[in-house]
């Protein structure tokens, strides 16, 4: 593939993922958040590495880091973009993760589902997300509570399906339960 190609099929791919991620925060009340959603991928730090390791069936940034141990747009990605739990990791700390606040969880949740069914296209299913995220969450850095979050959602898509469980209304009472509200936070003051 040539680099014109890998360019037009990169941006396809983001604005795609973006597209999704969108509809879904629209469906858990949180349009804004879909429609910031990953804009740094448009920045020259994130988009010339992605564009160099663009193959079209997983992220440039896991091809990018098998190759060469690390990616300099993920660690550029994951420092201005608080929907990823990598944000919320104060090494500091003796728990390391923090919970994360309501609307960026919220908004990672859309973000997990949102890569999961572009990648995957025709073969998605109620249950590829649960699938995925538990062999994710054997090398991931997440607050224990934000895991439960995570856990009890991607079980309910995978029992209930999309239309069920990502409501405004279940996904509220789902963070509620596990994680300790962030008010200051959540209202805009991060």
Known sequence: MNI?????????????????????ACKVGIPWRGFMHDWSKFSPEEFFESVKYYNGKKSPI????????????????????????EYWVDWALP???????????????????????????????QDTQIKYYMKERETSIVHPQIDKFLLEIFTQVSEQGIDKTLTKKNIREVYDKYCVRMEKLDENKV
């Open 4 to 24: 014109v190609e890998k360019i037009f099929k990169h941006i396809k791919l983001v604005s795609k993922h973006k597209w999704v991620v969108f509809k879904l």
């Open 62 to 85: 896991i091809v990018c880091k098998q190759k060469n141990g690390y990616s300099k747009a993920w660690l550029h990605h994951k420092g201005r973009n608080k929907h990823h739990p």
């Open 95 to 125: 728990q390391k993760a923090i919970i994360m606040p309501y609307k960026y969880a919220v908004e990672m949740v859309c973000d997990k589902m949102a890569a999961g069914i572009v990648y995957n296209g025709k073969d998605w299913k």
